[in-house]
T-cell receptor
Framework: GDSVTQMEGPVTLSEEAFLTINCTYT??????LFWYVQYPGEGLQLLLK?????DKGSNKGFEATYRKETTSFHLEKGSVQVSDSAVYFC???????????FGQGTELSVKP | NAGVTQTPKFQVLKTGQSMTLQCAQD?????MYWYRQDPGMGLRLIYY???????DKGEVPNGYNVSRLNKREFSLRLESAAPSQTSVYFC??????????????FGEGSWLTVV
């Protein structure tokens, strides 16, 4: 079945460092891909998305490109801030109305 | 902008008690979902409803039942709570059949403890 695999955390970075969180997927068909962020004690918020191959999603300085050839959707940010400390989830959706599949989440901790 | 609303936000149950988690969305979405979140395991799908009138099992359905009461509401019931069901529960919805059909919207979560 479809699945999402994320790099294990926790990831600890200093402020202004470059961030990469790896995400790879297996899927039949043409899924849409998402990154969600969860701040402590809160629900999940959509960070960015891409709906077809080669699309780049971006928001708040974060970017991810839908790479069908490598089945990847890695999250990047050029300069992280302490306020970016959170858990990040990669996810995919099957066709309209179908299941939503999440990775296990990657905890990011940014130190001043 | 209510979005996806879950109740209750916090609940403590004794083993064997029953309860229902309520979820409602005001975005006219077709699909609704219940997930549980446990440390180190991400989000796991319990049940989902692709459209009004249908429900399907997800990855971890045992011990739960669901009802898609109407297009807006999707409830999750624990008939006989067990300590293994201590978790954070998230309801989510998705348009399903529109241009933005694949974007998922989450509620704020319900923290459930079974003692």
């Amino acid at each position: 079945g479809d699945s999402v695999t994320q790099m294990e955390g926790p990831v600890t970075l200093s402020e202004e460092a470059f961030l990469t969180i790896n995400c790879t997927y297996t899927a039949t068909g043409y899924p849409s891909l998402f990154w969600y962020v969860q701040y402590p004690g809160e629900g999940l918020q959509l960070l960015l998305k891409a709906t077809k191959a080669d699309d780049k999603g971006s928001n708040k300085g974060f970017e991810a490109t839908y790479r069908k050839e490598t089945t990847s959707f890695h999250l990047e940010k050029g300069s992280v801030q302490v306020s970016d400390s959170a858990v990040y989830f990669c996810a995919l959706t099957e066709n309209q109305g179908g299941k939503l599949i999440f990775g296990q989440g990657t905890e990011l901790s940014v130190k001043p | 902008n209510a979005g996806v609303t879950q109740t209750p936000k916090f609940q403590v149950l004794k083993t064997g008690q029953s309860m229902t988690l309520q979820c409602a969305q005001d975005m006219n979405h077709n699909s609704m979902y219940w997930y549980r979140q446990d440390p180190g395991m991400g989000l796991r799908l319990i049940y989902y409803s692709a459209s009004e009138g249908t429900t399907d099992k997800g990855e971890v359905p045992n011990g739960y039942n669901v009802s898609r009461l109407n297009k807006r509401e999707f409830s999750l019931r624990l008939e006989s709570a067990a300590p293994s069901q201590t978790s954070v529960y998230f309801c989510a919805s998705r348009p399903g059949f529109t241009q933005d059909g694949n974007t998922i919207y989450f509620g704020e979560g319900s923290w459930l403890t079974v003692v």
